[in-house]
């Protein structure tokens, strides 16, 4: 039976403290999309300038970032949808009045609080099947399904 190794508990310590004290690795190199994420806020910039896909592909090729214009295109697509822009028109509050509960209480009985309240986006009805109480909806059978019964 092979013998066990000890270590001495302020190695360990010491050496905890040690790892904890070393400053974050920086890569030496990046993956292309990472690179262009990384490289992002500069070229949506450059298309807000009005710079096309092809014209910023020959500027990152410059600074030896190989890309096509059509991978680039799906990268911006990509990394567009995952930070989504905030809207243009945030949604404004509707207020309304709610008369007090006991006016019976109330000195001021002819002024009603105002509340805020968000709005509510509507949804989507729902339409189900016609329903008879005395007999509930049941579903058509799936084709196939004879062979199992």
């Known amino acids: 039976m092979p013998k066990t190794i000890m270590i001495p508990k302020a190695a360990v310590d010491e050496t905890i403290a040690m790892f904890g004290e070393l400053p974050a690795k920086q890569p030496s190199d990046y993956p292309l999309k990472e690179a262009i994420e990384r490289i992002l806020?500069?070229?949506?910039?450059l298309v807000k300038k009005g710079y096309n896909l092809d014209?910023?592909?020959?500027?990152?090729?410059q600074k030896e970032i190989i890309v096509t214009s059509s991978r680039l295109k799906q990268y911006l697509r990509d990394f567009n949808k995952s930070h989504p822009k905030q809207s243009r028109k945030p949604r404004l509050p509707v207020v309304t009045t709610v008369p007090a509960l006991s006016p019976a209480n109330n000195e001021n009985e002819s002024q009603p609080e105002a509340t805020v309240k968000p709005q509510a986006?509507?949804?989507?009805?729902?339409?189900?099947?016609?329903t008879n109480p005395d007999k509930p909806y049941k579903s058509p059978?799936?084709?196939?399904?004879?062979q199992f019964k």
Do not use: R, S
């Open 41 to 45: 806020p500069a070229i949506n910039g």
């Open 121 to 130: 986006t509507p949804k989507p009805e729902v339409t189900k099947p016609a």
């Open 141 to 146: 059978p799936k084709p196939g399904a004879e």
């Open 55 to 61: 014209e910023i592909c020959t500027l990152l090729a």
